[in-house]
């Protein structure tokens, strides 16, 4: 079985609006952690957003928001007011306590931004 | 801050010829990864390595694949002989150590076997 899912091959939104790309993830370790990173043409991979197991608030940077729902094991990406740099690949992963510190990506999803 | 470092950006070279990749992760980052990037996929563990030890490599190709880290600072991956599939995107990361949980990526090596 897939550890995280991915199941939007791509999404459009528009320019200032708000877009929420989805990911689900499994594990059976009670300890974890959450990631996005977002990778443009260019081929590096950066750092949004982290979210630990035991966290009891979503995390947020910026105009970056992680909904985490522990129970339906989802960690959905919001990004609010989407500006034309957000276009890009997103990525979902996963830090396991098992794997140390080993990360375990999803798919992605290709967001593009419209004028 | 300077960021991960890798080179050749780009290698395009003929089946069965060998190919190199360098790293330079960022200054006292202990931790670094190779991580190989398909077509379409996310990023998949090649190889970690703790300074100069590597402690996980299950997933590295022994065969044709190996990987050093000498002195625990910059890295080399290479392959020998190179095969079509191999065609891909190598990502070097490095991250400070096992208690930190973000990792920084370089902008990667685009190989392209014919």
């Known amino acids: 079985a897939q550890k995280i899912t991915q199941t939007q091959p791509g999404m459009f939104v528009q320019e200032k609006e708000a877009v929420t790309l989805d990911c689900t993830y499994d594990?059976?370790?009670?300890?974890?952690?959450l990631f996005w990173y977002k990778q443009p043409s260019s081929g590096e991979m950066i750092f949004l957003i982290y979210q630990g197991s035991y966290d009891e608030q979503n995390a947020t940077e910026g105009r970056y928001s992680l909904n985490f729902q522990k129970a339906r094991k989802s960690a959905n990406l919001v990004i609010s007011a989407s500006q034309l740099g957000d276009s890009a690949m997103y990525f979902c992963?996963?830090?396991?306590?098992?794997?140390?510190?080993?990360?375990?990506f999803g798919k992605g999803t290709m967001l593009l931004v419209s004028p | 801050e300077a960021g991960v470092v890798q080179s050749p950006r780009y290698k395009i070279i003929e089946k069965k010829q060998p190919v190199a990749f360098w790293c330079n992760p960022i200054s006292g980052h202990n931790t670094l990864y190779w991580y190989l990037q398909n077509l379409g996929q996310g990023p998949e563990l090649l190889i970690r390595?703790?300074?100069?030890?590597?402690?996980?490599d299950s997933q590295l190709p022994k065969d044709r694949f190996s990987a050093e880290r000498l002195k625990g600072v910059d890295s080399t991956l290479k392959i020998q002989p190179a095969e079509l599939g191999d065609s891909a995107v190598y990502l070097c990361?490095?991250?400070?150590?096992?208690?930190?949980?973000?990792?920084?990526f370089g902008p990667g090596t685009r190989l392209t076997v014919t």
């Open positions: 992963a996963m830090r396991e306590r098992r794997g140390a510190s080993t990360l375990t």
């Open positions: 990361a490095s991250s400070p150590g096992l208690a930190s949980d973000e990792q920084y």
């Open positions: 594990t059976s370790d009670q300890s974890y952690g």
């Open positions: 390595y703790e300074n100069e030890e590597a402690v996980d």
